[in-house]
């Protein structure tokens, strides 16, 4: 947990049996789960076949796309999800940069972009839109050309700051 590997292949599940043991909690104090690390699409079949064991066959399923594995499954893990009543996908650019390299990172946040867009698959862009923003009160220039991308995702998730209002408002505009 928190530490990335891009070049080796450890195969390590998605989903571990002490998260399968959480899923009770977290379907009465949530609407959606997230997917974390996820490689191919089975990880999403898993998942989904965990719920039903806790009667909520349709709560909702976030595939966060932050390995190399899911990059090059994308296309079979957005099918897998249009089976799900309720799916989205979470752009987690931090470890996806790392996985990928930071200089690869915008092509392939805007091959996911226009993939979920195709697929009719709602996405969430996360991690560092406007954190100079929310901290300080002043966006940098970089993060308002990233914000302006933020405005093709369905979510923009946000970092805590003293200047988190200001961020929204400014986002929303």
Do not use: W
């Not at 997230?34 to 990880?43: A, Q, R, V």
């Not at 470890?95 to 009719?120: K, R, T, Y």
């Not at 369905?154 to 970092?159: A, H, I, K, S, T």
């Amino acid at each position: 947990k928190g530490l990335n590997f891009p070049d080796s292949n450890l195969n390590l599940p998605a989903l571990t049996s002490n998260d399968i043991g959480n899923l009770g909690f977290i379907v009465n104090n949530a609407t959606a789960a997230g997917l974390s690390f996820m490689h191919y699409s089975d990880d999403i079949r898993k998942l989904q076949r965990a719920l039903p064991n806790i009667a909520k066959p349709d709560f909702g399923i976030i595939a966060k796309v932050e390995t190399s594995d899911a990059i090059n499954n994308l296309a079979k893990i957005l099918l897998a999800g249009l089976d799900l009543p309720n799916f989205g996908t979470l752009i987690a650019r931090g470890d996806l940069a790392v996985e990928v390299g930071f200089e690869n990172l915008p092509a392939i946040q805007e091959d996911i972009l226009c993939m979920c867009e195709a697929a009719q698959i709602p996405v969430i862009l996360a991690t560092q839109v406007f954190e100079t923003m929310a901290k300080s009160g002043l966006p940098t220039r970089a993060e308002m050309i990233d914000a302006a991308f933020g405005q093709r995702a369905e979510c923009v998730m946000l970092n805590k700051g003293k200047h988190i209002l200001e961020a929204v408002i400014m986002l929303s505009l």
